[in-house]
């Protein structure tokens, strides 16, 4: 029996996935939760919870998905995720797995394709789907250097030094000897700099940069 865990924001949707599945032969949903804080509440009430795939979606309320990855991947050692999105984007692709992922799957999938996703991740251990993975090998044989830090003062390279160490608001100011307001600013200009508007898409390009 494949036991499943659901993370998906659209009520809607994260209901027609669980009954879909749990009425399948060989497939029963051990958790459906609509956010990264859902997840974590569960988590911390069911320790024995084991499941061997999760759909994952990228954006989320709150934390996303792809800043979910690690949570998921220490709590759930031997799951394999699945990131179920709508956004066919070869960058976040490609740094979704790199941050643990195994598999990446369109929203737009039916149900029935679904399971089989579901079944051949369970087997070889991976999926991503035939459009993903043509977009995947492109972005890498055409991918060129950006140094996007060099356009960034010292300060704002210290500040992108603790984001990839994955430190809050909070510790960085700690860190750093200022506020949490300055930490904001800084950000602020970071993202408007890069054309980024998030911590997950400085993530991105920090990862992307050190491929």
């Known amino acids: 029996m494949i036991q499943v865990g659901i993370i998906e924001d659209n009520i809607f949707l994260l209901k027609s996935f669980r009954d879909y599945l749990n009425n399948t032969e060989g497939i ?33 309320p709150g934390e996303s998905g792809m800043d979910g990855i690690p949570f998921l991947k220490q709590t759930y050692p031997n799951a394999k995720i699945i990131m179920l999105t709508a956004y ?22 039916q149900a029935s394709q679904l399971v089989e996703i579901i079944k051949q991740t369970s087997r070889s251990g991976s999926f991503i789907d035939e459009n993903s993975l043509s977009k995947i090998i492109n972005s890498l044989q055409t991918k060129t250097e950006v140094g996007f830090l060099e356009i960034l003062t010292y300060r704002e390279k210290e500040i992108v030094a603790l984001v990839e160490r994955g430190l809050s608001y909070k510790q960085m100011s700690t860190q750093l000897f200022v506020t949490t307001y300055t930490i904001n600013y800084h950000l602020k200009n970071i993202y408007k700099k890069l054309g980024i508007h998030s911590k997950s898409e400085l993530l991105t390009k920090i990862i992307g940069e050190s491929k």
């Open 88 to 109: 066919n984007d070869e960058s976040l692709i490609i740094n979704c797995i790199k941050l643990g992922a195994v598999g990446y799957a369109l929203k737009n999938s």
């Open 28 to 60: 029963t949903v051990s958790f459906s939760c609509s956010s990264m804080e859902e997840m974590r509440q569960h988590a911390a009430k069911n320790e024995k919870t084991t499941p061997e795939i999760i759909l994952l979606d990228i954006l989320l």
